[in-house]
Every structure is written in C-alpha cells, then in structure tokens.
Nanobody, 124 residues
C-alpha cells in the first residue's frame, strides 16, 4: 500500500517563500512520476509541477513556472516543492501525488495515489 505524506504548509505573507515536503512509502515504491497539485474550494484541482521519479526533467503548470521548483531526494524518499514570490492566488490545499503511468503529465486523471494535503495560505 503506497502512502504519500505531505508537510510544510503554513500561512505566509505575499512575497514570501515556503517549502513543502512529501515522503513516499514504501521506500522502494517504483512509481514513474511524482506530482504536486493544488485545489481551492469550488474549483478544479490544478497541476502545479512534477518530475520523473529518477529526479530528472521537472515540469510545471503555467501559473507557477519561474516561481516554483520541484526537486527530489531519493535517499530520503522525499519530493519537495519550493515556492517563491508567493501571492494570494497561491492560497490552496496542496497535494502530493504519484502515478504509475510512464508518461508524466499534469492531469489528475492519471494519478494513482494522493496524499492527504497540506494547506498554504498567503496573505497580502
């Protein structure tokens, strides 16, 4: 049974930075793709970014490109989301996700496993 455990959500001021973490279990889980999504109540889940589990080729959604960075530490079975220049539109519940599909894409329909979510609130 695969588990994804997010942490790091917090309340920050606009312009600030935050780093989210997502640990995966079991450690030997051989997924192809790791993702970050976010969701605001009443809206569809939005793809933020992701990468192939080998730790290469990160990709991003248009609204965060240039401000957010996805990285991975396989030794710690953890994927990170570094968020900079935060604004109020980044306020959302952030979810870590994983898929077994070898073609990685920011589409919730391809996700096999979801974390429980961690809240990010940006105040102006």
């Amino acid at each position: 049974h695969v588990q994804l455990v997010e942490s790091g959500g917090a309340s920050v001021q606009a312009g600030g930075s935050l780093r989210l973490s997502c640990e995966w279990y079991p450690r030997a889980y051989g997924t192809w793709c790791m993702y970050w999504f976010r969701q605001v109540p009443g809206k569809e889940r939005e793809g933020v970014g992701g990468m192939y589990k080998g730790g290469k080729l990160p990709f991003y959604g248009g609204s965060v490109r240039g401000r957010f960075t996805v990285s991975q530490d396989n030794a710690k079975n953890t994927v990170y989301l570094e968020m900079n220049s935060l604004n109020s539109e980044d306020t959302a519940m952030y979810y870590c996700a994983a898929s077994d599909d070898p073609v990685c894409r920011l589409d919730p329909s391809v996700v096999n496993y979801w974390g429980q979510g961690t809240q990010v609130t940006v105040s102006s």
